[in-house]
């Protein structure tokens, strides 16, 4: 029997080809676009792995996290963004997601995705992280986005209380939110 794998996705275009494409490949794939719908397809169904977007309709994907593992403790679990930063980064691995990867992602990565989480140990870990990724440094704005994705999140998403804390006027930090620096 092959595994079942969990698509929680708002995006319905994104959704569905994403559950073509694995179906394509011999997965008992089903998806689920709510909070809500996820977790009963994950009490029904106790998937093997979950792909989980996490911006969900303005909800958060990462409080998903501990509620899907209670349903399969062993469940594998790919946060996937459109808008990666390190810290939501560090949330998801710290909530027990095995990997995060930015949209657009192609099935064959998601899959090595799982993979290479179900088969890390601390010497296969050491030699499979990319060295491009160990020596290219930030831009100073994707610093900046990061330090501020940061302080937002310690004030729970608040505007005005990030502002504040970050001793800057809030429509200049509402315009720095909207401005979204290069990955690198």
């Not at 319905?12 to 996820?38: C, H, I, N, P, Q």
């Not at 192609?106 to 088969?119: E, S």
């Not at 990061?146 to 429509?171: D, F, P, W, Y």
């Amino acid at each position: 029997m092959s595994e079942t794998i969990l698509i929680i996705e708002d995006d319905d275009t994104f959704s569905a080809a994403l559950l073509r494409a694995l179906k394509r490949r011999g997965y008992a794939a089903v998806a689920a676009k709510s909070v809500a719908e996820a977790l009963s397809q994950a009490q029904t169904s106790a998937p093997d792995r979950v792909v989980l977007d996490l911006n969900l309709a303005g909800e958060s994907g990462l409080n998903l996290i501990p509620r899907l593992l209670e349903f399969n403790p062993a469940c594998r679990i790919v946060v996937l963004t459109g808008y990666a930063s390190i810290t939501t980064a560090v949330d998801a691995i710290k909530l027990g997601a095995v990997q995060y990867l930015a949209k657009p992602v192609d099935v064959a990565t998601l899959l090595d995705a799982f993979d290479h989480a179900l088969h890390a140990d601390e010497n296969s870990l050491a030699t499979s992280t990319p060295a491009a990724t160990a020596h290219a440094p930030m831009s100073v704005d994707r610093l900046e986005w990061e330090h501020i994705q940061r302080v937002l999140r310690e004030h729970k998403g608040n505007i005005s209380a990030t502002a504040r804390a970050l001793n800057m006027h809030r429509r200049t930090l509402q315009r720095k939110l909207l401005k979204r620096p290069a990955s690198r």
